[in-house]
T-cell receptor, first 117, second 116 residues
Framework: AQKVTQAQTEISVVEKEDVTLDCVYETRDTTYYLFWYKQPPSGELVFLIRRNSFDEQNEISGRYSWNFQKSTSSFNFTITASQVVDSAVYFC??????????????FGKGTHLIIQP | EPEVTQTPSHQVTQMGQEVILRCVPI?????FYWYRQILGQKVEFLVS????????KSEIFDDQFSVERPDGSNFTLKIRSTKLEDSAMYFC??????????????FGAGTRLSVL
């Protein structure tokens, strides 16, 4: 069984602050993918990033960065210098690699991020 | 930029009625998926579809649900006899393939189903 836990239900920060969204996962699979998706108020799910379990190199992309630590089963996401447009629900998700393309994603419950002007 | 298109954006139906939710996946994608999100809850996997058949399905996807790719572009989810608890946002997704370079699932904007 797989499980993704996002303990932070809601985070509110003032614009330009840095904010980190936590994600902890459980899986029996030895190889898997981890994802972050963003759901803005308009409702669609927007893909942000995917990491492979065998690649623990952390990544920075503009104002976004990701911290993957296999030892603690965590895949945290940081927004630097947050902006009002970053306000959304952010979902962490997990999928085994072994199933090919057919497996569905296991999502966490999401973190509602509110950026106040 | 190619996108997954879902229609309608909002569907209202009476309990016991059949509904069909429609999706047009990205044109060169081979894997298709349906997910649902009950209001305020997490997104849940329903079913995946490849090569004109169901590949995987969750325990949520019972006999009330069916999927079909009736032509080369559409992918549909049918709920035969809707229940109040089927009220949710239904997301369609597609991916190009199963290799690392191609297996990102791209989602549509969703169809909000309201069962009265």
């Amino acid at each position: 069984a797989q499980k993704v836990t996002q303990a932070q239900t809601e985070i509110s920060v003032v614009e330009k602050e840095d904010v980190t969204l936590d994600c902890v996962y459980e899986t029996r699979d030895t190889t898997y993918y981890l994802f972050w998706y963003k759901q803005p108020p308009s409702g669609e799910l927007v893909f942000l990033i995917r990491r492979n379990s065998f690649d623990e190199q952390n990544e920075i992309s503009g104002r976004y960065s990701w911290n993957f630590q296999k030892s603690t089963s965590s895949f945290n996401f940081t927004i630097t210098a947050s902006q009002v447009v970053d306000s959304a629900v952010y979902f962490c998700a997990l999928r085994p690699i072994s199933g090919g393309g057919a497996d569905g994603l296991t999502f966490g419950k999401g973190t509602h991020l509110i950026i106040q002007p | 930029e190619p996108e997954v298109t879902q229609t309608p954006s909002h569907q209202v139906t009476q309990m016991g009625q059949e509904v069909i939710l429609r999706c047009v996946p990205i044109s060169n994608h081979l894997y298709f998926y349906w997910y649902r999100q009950i209001l305020g809850q997490k997104v849940e996997f329903l079913v995946s579809f490849y090569n004109n058949e169901i590949s995987e399905k969750s325990e949520i996807f019972d006999d009330q649900f069916s999927v079909e790719r009736p032509d080369g572009s559409n992918f549909t989810l049918k709920i035969r006899s809707t229940k109040l608890e089927d009220s949710a946002m239904y997301f369609c997704a597609s991916s190009e393939g199963f290799t690392t370079a191609k297996n990102i699932q791209y989602f549509g904007a969703g169809t909000r189903l309201s069962v009265l």
